[in-house]
């Protein structure tokens, strides 16, 4: 009964924010920083209680890394809902239009989906992020975190809630979802309460909402990243960016997870970087063409290639040439980041042709996919999906569109 208090609380708010203009959503969204802000001890208070928890239950360390808070990261949380407020808003936007030879205009314009209902794990820092996108694009926010963040999160939404009181939009733009496993499927069966369902996690949250959904979904999608470095690549670009993919923050979904050697490169380059990944602390799984160029390669399982490590651990291989790197990733990928490293612009070209993901890098690393590094500010997550969105999913994102035809009175024949 409480959850469809709150959804039918939400539409109500979703009513409002669908006429509000960029100021007063922008109002809000700075309203809200401040109070996170002023909020900073009370949260990270919080999410030291969540944190200790973790670590009595034995979480895995890469998990922990997802769910504990500094205050640089609270810090974090507020600028991105000031940039925000920077940003344009969608709303309204007209996508295209014309004049029918009778007169009639027929406009394209986009408008916000309504209600937002987000299922994630862990990570307290998505409920800012959430929250913000979801009210600048019109929509109001069910957010349904995980019982790891649970103080995390409430004292976040409570910051934000605060935020908005001040301002003339309606409080309940967010509102925390809790309950056991029962408010899930409340939340998967809740047609006509939410627009659009978006799971934010590991592969079996994603499935599991993916597959029991009745509510329209968007699959932000795990990660199990490829690099290929071709014959052709140069070696310390190369190694550059596998260290920066693997171990500038390998605990999400745009971190590196596999690396693919062109065989005519591997025994120039693999020794060397096989030696730095061990430096930065990376265990390498890989076959025994591998492991001839280090006694410190533990034997790949089966399943490795498929594996989201989101740790300091990466698969290997030695392929012989690009057809086998593109059969590899195709058979392996998650449709997230792929990167290839080369000097040949044909093979790039075929590259980026050829692989199906939300995103293909050419001499990049594929940390870069991510919304505030493609100038979209904070994103809801990577859609690894076709339809309605593909890769960072930002403000436009969460858009729908409505068409507006204008008449003068005419009829149809």
């Known amino acids: 009964m409480e959850f469809l208090e709150q959804a039918q609380r939400a539409r109500a708010a979703a009513r409002a924010l669908a006429t509000a203009s960029r100021g007063r959503k922008d109002a809000a969204l700075a309203a809200m920083a401040q109070h996170l802000l002023d909020a900073a001890d009370t949260v990270l208070a919080a999410n030291a209680l969540d944190v200790t ?40 936007d007209v996508v295209r239009g014309w004049t029918n030879p009778n007169g009639v205009q027929v406009r394209q314009v986009r408008v916000p989906f309504g209600v937002v209902g987000i299922i994630y794990e862990a990570r307290p820092n998505v409920t800012a992020d959430a929250a913000g996108i979801a009210l600048k694009s019109g929509n109001a926010a069910l957010l349904r975190g995980s019982s790891s963040a649970l103080h995390s999160n409430r ?52 499935n599991a909402v993916v597959e029991g959904a009745k509510v329209p979904v968007i699959e932000t999608g795990t990660g199990n990243c490829h690099l290929f470095v071709d014959a052709s690549a140069d070696p310390d670009m190369a190694l550059e960016i596998l260290l920066n993919a693997k171990t500038q923050r390998p605990s999400v979904c745009n971190a590196l997870e596999t690396l693919l050697v062109h065989a005519d490169i591997a025994p120039s380059f ?16 890989g076959a025994p063409d591998v492991a001839a160029f280090s006694e410190r390669i533990v034997p790949a399982g089966p399943d490795e290639f498929d594996a989201e490590y989101l740790t300091l651990d990466l698969a290997c291989a030695i392929v012989p040439d690009l057809d086998a790197a593109l059969d590899h990733i195709a058979g392996h990928t998650t449709g997230h980041s792929e990167t290839i490293v080369t000097a040949d612009l044909a ?17 990049a690393s594929s940390r870069f996919v991510d919304g505030g590094e493609f100038g979209f500010g904070a994103e809801i997550g990577i859609s690894t999906q076709k339809l309605h969105a593909r890769g960072p999913m930002a403000l436009t994102e969460m858009t729908s569109t409505k068409y507006v035809v204008t008449g003068r009175g005419q009829t149809r024949a």
């Open 155 to 206: 004292a976040i939404i409570e910051a934000l809630r605060a935020g908005i009181a001040t301002t003339d939009l309606p409080v309940d733009a967010v509102q925390l979802v809790e309950g056991g496993r029962e408010v899930t499927a409340d939340m998967m069966a809740a047609r006509g309460l939410i627009d659009v369902l978006i799971p934010r996690g590991g592969a079996g949250l994603i």
């Open 347 to 363: 093979n790039a070209d075929r590259f980026t042709a050829e692989v199906d993901a939300a995103a293909v890098l050419v001499n």
């Open 53 to 92: 928890a973790a670590q009595e239950a034995g979480t895995e360390a890469s998990l922990i890394d997802r769910l504990r808070l500094t205050p640089e990261r609270v810090a974090g949380m507020a600028s991105g809902l000031v940039d925000l407020a920077g940003l344009a808003d969608p709303v309204g």
């Open 270 to 285: 693999l020794p060397r970087a096989l030696a730095e990944l061990e430096c930065a602390g990376v265990t390498v799984h």
